[in-house]
């Protein structure tokens, strides 16, 4: 896992076309994690860059492809969600790394859609978990070629079962999060 460029219309804006439409839920998670990327390049504040996002980028085609209308309300919520916590799920993450692995060795974008997967699994609490994860392994299938969508698939069932754990049925193995 290397580097993000400091072009914050490369990497994100760049995902790979799945060969299905995306719905309106999938694309404000597409656009959420691309905004969370935006906002670590430039230091904008989430009001800015969603304000900025709804108004230009929401129309716009993803990756290519038509979309269904981007649910705008959850767009909203996961950007400025994951600014606001952002410390909070850095936590979270870092407690389900393998002892190896810090928060700060993450690639940049690599990050942000661990944060905003984590927000979904700790707040979003209507959302199955196997669909959080569902929806964040494909953007990881989009955005990287490689490793990466089996670590964000590991890291995110780890996290899942602690989190939620009565989803799964079984006895928490992890650390506590609270």
């Given at each position: 896992?290397?580097?993000?460029s400091n072009d914050t219309t490369s990497g994100p804006s760049k995902a790979k076309a799945g060969g299905r439409r995306p719905s309106g839920l999938s694309a404000a998670r597409l656009l959420a994690v691309q905004a969370l990327y935006q906002m670590s390049l430039t230091a904008e504040p989430a009001g800015q860059v969603v304000s900025e996002f709804l108004e230009h980028r929401v129309s716009e085609d993803v990756d290519g492809l038509k979309h269904g209308a981007v649910n705008r309300e959850l767009l909203a919520e996961l950007v400025q969600g994951v600014s606001s916590q952002a410390g909070t799920l850095d936590d979270m993450i870092a407690a389900v790394l393998d002892d190896d692995w810090t928060i700060e060795r993450l690639e940049i974008l690599l990050l942000a859609l661990l944060r905003s997967a984590t927000f979904e699994l700790s707040e979003r609490l209507?959302?199955?978990?196997?669909?959080?994860?569902?929806?964040?392994?494909?953007?990881?299938?989009?955005?990287?070629?490689?490793?990466?969508?089996?670590?964000?698939?590991?890291?995110?069932?780890?996290?899942?079962?602690?989190?939620?754990?009565?989803?799964f049925g079984e006895a928490a193995v992890l650390p506590d999060l609270s």
């Open positions: 896992m290397t580097g993000q209507e959302v199955p978990a196997r669909v959080v994860i569902s929806e964040y392994v494909d953007l990881a299938n989009a955005f990287f070629d490689g490793r990466e969508t089996a670590f964000v698939n590991g890291l995110l069932d780890r996290l899942a079962h602690v989190l939620r754990i009565e989803e």
